[in-house]
């Protein structure tokens, strides 16, 4: 399996209105894969405007929002290509799509890095915040997994939070944990 770097990406539509979402960029070489599933706005402004910005962020809130309907994040010019990229975060990189192998299900654009520029000294690791990521993914497939693998995973993720995060990460774990539960009232009705 190659590897996958959680991040980021904003992405800008033809009138330069940009879009963020997180997304997993998959590694191919010297090349990065950003893989939206179909429908997405990233997918549509990829085809648009063939570039985009990773941004490479400790602040988890970022991930938790942009699920959680908070996509309003302080966001800034990227240096070379044309878009935006968050303001705040340890490093970016800036992508150019060279090709797209088309998918039914999930396109992948195959990108070049053009840029790629350091903000702030790393803060090494924090199991809360791999915790809040775990639960962020989990909360955009609740209704395509099994309610108790969705509840175990729930339990296992929790010990992390509750024993290493700051209050970033409890705040990303609420957002996160409002829609869990507005599942779990869908549920049981
Ligand atoms: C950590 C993380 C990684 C994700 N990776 C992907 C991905 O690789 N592809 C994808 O389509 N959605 C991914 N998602 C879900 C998207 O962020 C979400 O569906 C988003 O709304 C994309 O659609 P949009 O471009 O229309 O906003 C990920 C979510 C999280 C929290």
């Known amino acids: ?19 963020i979402a997180p997304l997993g960029l998959i590694e191919d070489g010297a090349n990065w894969i950003i ?9 549509d402004n990829l085809r648009a405007h063939p570039f985009a910005a990773a941004s490479h962020t400790d602040d988890v809130r970022v991930f938790a929002g942009c699920v959680t309907g908070r ?5 800034m010019a990227t240096a070379v290509i044309k878009g935006m990229r968050l303001k705040d975060c340890v490093a970016h990189w ?3 799509v060279q090709n797209v192998i088309e998918d ?3 396109p992948r654009f195959r990108c070049r890095l053009v840029r790629e520029e350091s903000h702030r000294a790393w ?4 199991r809360a915040q791999a915790a809040v990521l775990e639960l962020a993914v989990l909360t955009t497939r609740l209704k395509m997994l099994a309610p ?3 509840e175990n995973e729930l339990k296992y993720l929790e010990i992390a939070i509750s024993k290493t995060a700051g209050p970033r990460e409890d705040e990303a774990w609420e957002w996160l944990m409002e829609k869990v539960n507005a599942w779990r009232d869908a549920r049981t009705g």
């Not at 893989?35 to 997918?43: D, E, M, Q, V």
């Not at 803060?123 to 924090?126: A, K, P, S």
């Open 94 to 96: 800036e992508l150019e």
């Open 71 to 75: 996509k309003t994040w302080p966001l």
């Open 123 to 126: 803060q090494g690791f924090n």
């Open 148 to 150: 108790e693998k969705v």
């Open 104 to 106: 039914d299900l999930r």
């Open 35 to 43: 893989a939206p599933f179909k429908p997405s706005k990233t997918l």
């Open 1 to 19: 399996m190659p590897r996958i770097v959680e991040t980021i990406v904003t992405t800008c539509d033809a009138e330069g209105v940009p879009h």
